[in-house]
């Protein structure tokens, strides 16, 4: 099957109007049993499951993407702050996650799923 035929065949949800997901915010959304916690991170928008891999804490829900402490050796060892608006924290027990790439900080190999966001209009939808 091409990558347009798989797109057709998926389903497209209105989950908002646009001005219900301006820069810099993120908000959990329900689509059928599913909740996706849509960010908007730069102008470009980000789906991802609202439940953590680790205990399944609600993901999404806690406070704005923030960025990062990092330490890196081209760097002289320096903490310096990265990612700015791109990582959000489990409200539970903390574990940071990449919203752009789901990619979890502390365990690199695990990956979260993510579904597409995008504007249609002046809607918001997503594709499952
Ligand atoms: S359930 Fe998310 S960090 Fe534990």
Sequence with gaps: ?????????????VIGDVSNFPEGSH???KVGRRE???FNVGGKLYGLPNICPHQTGPLCEGRPPL????????NDW?????????????PWHGLEYHVPTGRCLAYPNVVLRSYEVFRDGD???VRL
């Design 67 to 74: 960025g990062t402490l990092v330490a890196r050796g081209e």
């Design 27 to 29: 908000k959990v959304v």
């Design 78 to 90: 320096k903490f310096e702050w990265v990612s700015e608006g791109e990582i959000v924290a489990c």
């Design 36 to 38: 996706i916690g849509v």
């Design 123 to 125: 809607e918001v939808k």
């Design 1 to 13: 099957m091409t990558n347009n035929a798989e797109k057709k065949r998926r389903q497209e949800y």
